[in-house]
Every structure is written in structure tokens, then in C-alpha cells.
């Protein structure tokens, strides 16, 4: 488990993976084992651009919902040629929440379904 008593939220991953908490700029932290990633940031929508050769190793763009913070999100996820994944997952602001963006980035289906759940165990305190 990874808590951030001054951001007031913790997220639970895996033994096997590590967390380090983003030291300057934006709040969030990077969880990551040795080929996959997430990636948390507080209060800003993160922009991501796919280069070519990334867009071009897409087989297939799918819409779907995952559950964070009791809220249903719809997040967009991208699969590899490769058998990868790589996803984004913006858990909007509300009057009593920050905006949260997640990037998951995931080399297969088992390390992507681990990802999945370390952001659907986002919680705030």
C-alpha cells in the first residue's frame, strides 16, 4: 500500500511492485515492477501522445468502464500488436475530490488486470 498522508489518498499494488511518490511539480506517484506502470497525477488531466510507430502497433481502441471511488469511469484502452496495453483513466474532480489521471502501461493481460486494480484501489482519505 502506498498512502500520501498530505495528498490524503492511497493506492494498493502488488509485493512485486515498487511505488515512489513524484517529488517536484504535480502530486502523484509512479507504482511500477520491471516492464509495467502506473502512473498517478493530482489535480491536472496529463496529456498523452501516441507516436507513429505507437499508433501504428494498435490493434484495436476500446471503450470501457471500470469502477473508482464508487464512480463508474469510461476509460479508453489501447492493445498492442505486441499484446500490450496502454490506458488512460481520468477520475473527474468533484467538490469534495481532486482530478486524478492514471496511465497504465502494461506489456501483457495479467500485468494489465494487476494495473486495473491498483487504480480501482484508489482511495481518498
Same mark, same amino acid.
Given at each position: 500500500?502506498?498512502?500520501?498522508?498530505?495528498?490524503?489518498?492511497?493506492?494498493?499494488?502488488?509485493?512485486?511492485?515498487?511505488?515512489?511518490?513524484?517529488?517536484?511539480?504535480?502530486?502523484?506517484?509512479?507504482?511500477?515492477?520491471?516492464?509495467?506502470?502506473?502512473?498517478?497525477?493530482?489535480?491536472?488531466?496529463?496529456? @498523452? /501522445?501516441?507516436?507513429?510507430?505507437?499508433?501504428?502497433?494498435? *490493434?484495436?481502441?476500446?471503450?470501457?468502464? #471500470? %469502477?473508482? +471511488?464508487? !464512480?463508474?469511469?469510461?476509460?479508453?484502452?489501447?492493445?498492442?500488436?505486441?499484446?500490450?496495453? @496502454? /490506458?488512460?483513466?481520468?477520475?473527474?474532480?468533484?467538490?469534495? *475530490?481532486?482530478?486524478?489521471?492514471?496511465? #497504465? %502501461?502494461? +506489456?501483457? !493481460?495479467?500485468?494489465?488486470?494487476?494495473?486495473?486494480?491498483?487504480?480501482?484501489?484508489?482511495?481518498? /482519505?
Amino acid at each position: 500500500t502506498f498512502e500520501s498522508p498530505s495528498e490524503k489518498y492511497a493506492v494498493v499494488f502488488p509485493e512485486s511492485w515498487k511505488a515512489s511518490e513524484r517529488q517536484s511539480g504535480t502530486p502523484g506517484v509512479l507504482i511500477q515492477n520491471e516492464t509495467n506502470s502506473v502512473e498517478l497525477w493530482l489535480r491536472v488531466e496529463q496529456p @498523452f /501522445s501516441l507516436n507513429q510507430e505507437q499508433k501504428d502497433s494498435i *490493434t484495436s481502441t476500446n471503450k470501457v468502464k #471500470i %469502477k473508482v +471511488t464508487s !464512480k463508474e469511469i469510461e476509460m479508453t484502452e489501447y492493445v498492442y500488436n505486441t499484446g500490450g496495453f @496502454f /490506458s488512460v483513466v481520468v477520475l473527474p474532480a468533484t467538490t469534495k *475530490t481532486p482530478l486524478a489521471t492514471f496511465w #497504465i %502501461k502494461a +506489456t501483457d !493481460k495479467e500485468n494489465y488486470t494487476a494495473a486495473l486494480d491498483i487504480v480501482k484501489s484508489f482511495k481518498l /482519505s
